[in-house]
T-cell receptor, first 110, second 114 residues
């Protein structure tokens, strides 16, 4: 158990819909990272927040957005969903050298 | 722009040492070598990291060559639960702001068999 929690574990939705994935970092961790893992693209970094501010952006689509709240939990919003957005979405948090990953949310877009 | 090269797959007998190689010939002086693993569909798990000295923790040992162009992760007594994809990543140590993302390659699929 990494101490990072993600909800929901599974999400099934239809194309065109919008979903929100939630992440609670380990206690005391200020950084939150979001990653997407699909079969064809592997694990890809999406975006990082540090103490409420966006710090780094990776391969995140414009249809996707994220934010980190004052209590340090983070949400990843995915809109206008397409079939290709089906993937595992991982959140990670860090305090110093290592990133600790949550169990992920499996998103299925039908 | 791959920074590391790993074999796609390796086999290991249970109880034997698993030696996973990684080439990182373009590593910079301020970059560390990190190893993570991912057991099927679970979140990646941090294993170990190092700069130039060999490192050991309760999970594994990391051997880095003197020229730092390659490294080997050693699981001294592999178990069936060590079956996973192992990722070798090079990156700078995060600064105070915590900025230092992980760039995952394809990794090595280690299969530990009875």
């Amino acid at each position: 158990d990494s101490g990072v929690t993600q909800t929901p574990k599974h999400l099934i939705t239809a194309t065109g819909q919008r979903v929100t994935l939630r992440c609670s970092p380990r206690s005391g961790d200020l950084s939150v990272y979001w990653y997407q893992q699909s079969l064809d693209q592997g694990l890809q970094f999406l975006i990082q927040y540090y103490n409420g501010e966006e710090r780094a952006k990776g391969n995140i689509l414009e249809r996707f957005s994220a934010q980190q709240f004052p209590d340090l939990h983070s949400e990843l919003n995915l809109s206008s969903l397409e079939l290709g957005d089906s993937a595992l979405y991982f959140c990670a948090s860090s305090r110093s050298n290592e990133q600790f990953f949550g169990p992920g949310t499996r998103l299925t877009v039908l | 722009d791959a920074k590391t090269t790993q074999p796609p797959s390796m086999d290991c007998a249970e109880g034997r040492a698993a030696n996973l190689p990684c080439n990182h010939s373009t590593i910079s002086g301020n970059e560390y070598v990190y190893w993570y693993r991912q057991i099927h569909s679970q979140g990646p798990q941090y294993i170990i990291h190092g700069l130039k000295n060999n490192e050991t923790n309760e999970m594994a040992s990391l051997i880095i060559t003197e020229d730092r162009k390659s490294s080997t992760l050693i699981l001294p007594h592999a178990t069936l639960r060590d079956t996973a994809v192992y990722y070798c990543i090079v990156r700078p140590l995060p600064m105070n702001s915590g900025y230092s993302t992980l760039t995952f390659g394809k990794g090595t699929m280690l299969l530990v068999s009875p």
